[in-house]
């Protein structure tokens, strides 16, 4: 066990926590900023939130372990089934309460565009650690 919790465990919940934490601190600024002093959507707004950034970092590992070479084909190969579970899971949310008319165009751009800078930053740091290792 304490192989794999030092291998990718740590770093995942390590990871998990703190996007959880400023994506509620963001939203709680957001809400009080606006004069909103309790979430209108309570609790399942934040089993919402986490199960969406556990679909987040779920992503972030398939990206960086997955033996494919290609970095295009391996972030392809990575937005797809996550974006998938993600739509999968907004639709299982219509189920307990009504979605807005815009929730899966929402989830859309938000999510692609994370996963568009994340993809960006990663291939970056990938180019310059290999311009690192040509240049040893």
């Given at each position: 066990m304490k192989k794999i919790w030092n291998g990718w465990l740590k770093e995942s919940v390590f990871m998990y926590c703190v996007i959880y934490t400023i994506a509620t601190l963001v939203n709680s600024v957001l809400y009080l900023i606006n004069g909103t002093y309790s979430d209108p959507n309570g609790n399942w707004h934040e089993i919402d939130r986490a199960l969406i950034v556990?679909?987040?970092?779920?992503?972030?590992?398939?990206?960086?372990?997955?033996?494919?070479?290609?970095?295009?084909?391996?972030?392809?190969?990575?937005?797809?089934?996550?974006?998938?579970?993600?739509?999968?899971?907004?639709?299982?949310?219509?189920?307990?309460?009504?979605?807005?008319?815009?929730?899966?165009?929402?989830?859309?751009?938000?999510?692609?565009?994370?996963?568009?800078?994340?993809?960006?930053?990663?291939?970056?740091?990938?180019?310059?650690k290999s311009k690192k290792l040509k240049g040893r």
């Open positions: 556990l679909i987040g970092v779920l992503a972030y590992k398939m990206a960086t372990k997955l033996p494919i070479k290609n970095t295009l084909v391996r972030m392809i190969v990575t937005y797809i089934p996550t974006m998938s579970l993600t739509f999968f899971y907004i639709w299982l949310t219509g189920f307990r309460e009504p979605l807005a008319s815009s929730a899966y165009q929402d989830i859309f751009i938000n999510y692609t565009g994370l996963f568009l800078i994340i993809s960006v930053i990663a291939i970056v740091l990938e180019k310059g």
